[in-house]
């Protein structure tokens, strides 16, 4: 455990996570300040995840015109798919992405 305060940018208990947040984060619990969301292309706890589905290299298809996909990227856990016909996504990529994490 480090007393030295963080360099701007990073937070935890010896500073070894960077923030992600659109704005400021917490010094020590990394929680996104003044209700700001996730950089685009991160989310989760303190904005931890990468979002594979962000990289450039990243094509998403569906069994249904998508023609506005937000929801998938948005970064928002209380925004979901609103259309019933929807049965199926797909997201290629043209490089090798490691998937450690899936929310469904």
């Known amino acids: 455990y480090s007393s030295a305060p963080c360099q701007a ?10 923030c ?3 704005s400021s984060c917490d010094v020590t619990t990394g929680q996104c300040q003044g ?7 991160w989310f989760g706890v303190a904005c931890q995840y ?3 589905t962000s ?12 023609s506005s996909p937000n929801w998938i990227t948005d970064r928002d856990d209380s925004t979901c798919n609103g259309d ?3 049965k199926s996504i797909v997201v290629t990529w043209t490089d ?4 450690t ?4």
């Open 84 to 86: 019933v016909n929807l």
């Open 9 to 18: 940018g990073w937070f935890g208990t010896r500073c070894q996570f960077q």
């Open 96 to 99: 090798t992405i490691p998937i």
């Open 35 to 41: 209700g700001s969301k996730c950089q685009h292309g």
């Open 50 to 52: 990468q979002d594979s």
């Open 101 to 104: 994490w899936l929310r469904f």
């Open 20 to 22: 992600h947040c659109a």
């Open 55 to 66: 990289i450039n290299s990243a094509t998403i298809t569906a069994n249904v015109d998508l």
